[in-house]
């Protein structure tokens, strides 16, 4: 490269770039896979991250995938906060090494960043790790970048996207795997973070002393299995609830304007908003709820749109984004976090749905991991995905059982490890069954059994009716697994 001592070189490894289809003509071109660590602890450290992301886009690179982030003590500086890190792989298109540099040295100028200490403290800090197959030494550049086998909160998140991964021929042997797992291990295990709301610590899945979360259910249907037609329509006779809710421990309230129970006909986009969006404005006008997280149960792009933008934290999603082709861009447009249940087919049909020839829990876990896949396409961050088993969703009674006994499984599965869970079981009709009960809205004793077991299992969110009586049973749930080294 004129003008630089500058040695560029190409060779051969697992992280080579894969062929991209031009569209415009019809014809193959090579994908520039690089890899950029993202590192923020200062300010909204999250926030700091997504935004300099969308700034790698409006650039013109493509973000392929993100890693999960994690929060991660200070290194060579140590009397700084944590940071929250993470890596994302991109499509460079066009930029070389040294105008990438540029581009991400810009973009951390425009966030504000600015340079006091030596690897000290920073609001943003994105470092080129890796650029195709490359081997690139330069006096201000060189990839592979020379630091990132001795850290750990750089090979953790690279291992999400890469784990059998190699160095460039001539460079230190081994996979990023290997290298990761030679590294001394950490006083305080890592563990990806999730945000749900802005005000409340990122669910933690991997922390054995996190709390569970209590998510509330608030229907706003007629025909919704257990509390359909219950709550009044007029919001203000709502917060009383709401109220009752939060201070029971509820720090999600999860609300939903269309039944999703078996049979289950559908109202039209414009009535399901009606029936939520007034409860959300006037939720999010009280300054009592500023700590409360507003998921919208929904299926629906539209609905999704007018949730978020009311104030709604998370789109709670049954389809995992299968009943509507617009809901997981919509989802990466809006930037919320997003909660992909497994089901099939739709609630008219999953009822016919249960064979699992390969097995439950390998089933759901492939066909989760397929839509984890198709949302990281739609251009949703890795951090910004939650999972749920969908307990009750194209499940026989017997399943249902399992999905419980064998949560820790599911959660330990290839690829989903890391991601937070949800479980809802509250009130559904195995519990009816075992217990025989036949209303719904008084199965609270076996539900509190399901929520006792999913603690168990590693949830870390229940999703429930009964608020009061399942924060108890998940406090002491909470005192028996959720404790060091448990």
């Not at 249960?354 to 097995?359: A, L, M």
Request: with cysteine; charged share 20%; aromatic share 4%.
């Amino acid at each position: 490269m004129p003008g630089t001592r500058s040695k560029f070189s190409r060779s051969c490894n697992p992280t080579q770039s894969l062929p991209e289809k031009d569209s415009s003509v019809g014809i193959q071109k090579p994908a520039r896979r690089t890899y950029i660590a993202l590192g923020s602890n200062v300010g909204d450290r999250i926030g700091n991250i997504e935004g300099a992301c969308r700034e790698l886009t409006a650039a013109g690179i493509t973000v392929l995938r993100t890693s999960a982030l994690y929060e991660t003590q200070p290194m060579y500086v140590v009397d700084q906060d944590p940071f929250i890190n993470g890596v994302c792989e991109v499509n460079a298109g066009e930029y070389t090494p040294l105008k990438l540099l540029q581009l991400v040295k810009s973009i951390e100028k425009r966030l504000g960043r600015q340079k006091t200490v030596e690897k000290g403290p920073r609001n943003i800090d994105l470092d080129i790790l890796l650029h195709e197959s490359h081997v690139y030494d330069d006096p201000d550049l060189s990839i592979p970048h020379k630091a990132m086998l001795e850290r750990e909160f750089v090979l953790r998140p690279l291992c999400d996207l890469i784990p059998q991964g190699t160095l460039p021929p001539g460079q230190k042997v081994g996979t990023f795997h290997e290298h990761l797992a030679a590294l001394p291990r950490s006083s305080t295990p890592l563990s990806p973070v999730t945000p749900f709301h802005p005000s409340l610590q990122p669910l933690a899945p991997l922390v054995p002393t996190r709390p569970t979360h209590l998510m509330a259910i608030l229907n706003l249907t007629p025909d919704s299995f257990s509390d359909g037609g219950v709550h009044p329509s007029n919001p203000t006779s709502l917060l009383p609830i709401v109220r009752s809710f939060t201070s029971a421990g509820a720090t999600i309230l999860d609300i939903g304007g269309q039944s999703t129970r078996p049979h289950a006909s559908e109202v039209s986009v414009h009535e399901e908003i009606l029936r939520v969006l007034p409860t959300i404005q006037l939720i999010r006008s009280l300054p009592e709820f500023d700590n409360l997280a507003i998921s919208i149960d929904t299926y629906r792009a539209a609905v999704a749109i007018a949730a978020i933008s009311a104030g709604a934290n998370i789109i709670n999603d049954v389809s995992a984004g299968t009943m509507d082709p617009d809901m997981l861009p919509t989802a990466a447009r809006l930037g919320a976090t997003i909660i992909l249940m497994h089901m099939r087919g739709t609630p008219l049909t999953m009822t016919t749905l249960t064979s699992y020839p390969h097995g439950i829990i390998p089933t759901i876990a492939s066909e989760l991991l397929d839509r984890v896949r198709a949302a990281e396409a739609a251009g949703i961050f890795r951090w910004r995905i939650m999972l749920d088993p969908g307990i009750g969703f194209a499940k026989n009674h017997g399943q249902n059982l399992e999905i419980l006994r064998r949560l820790g499984e599911l959660r330990e599965y290839d690829e989903l490890k890391g991601f937070p869970w949800v479980v809802g079981a509250s009130r559904k009709g195995f519990i009816g069954r075992i217990t025989g009960v036949k209303e719904a809205s008084e199965r609270a004793w076996g539900t509190a059994t399901t929520v006792a077991a999913a603690v168990q299992g590693g949830a870390d969110v229940v999703r429930v009716h009964d608020v009061s009586e399942m924060g108890q049973v998940a406090k002491v749930a909470d005192a028996i697994w959720r404790v060091s080294g448990g």
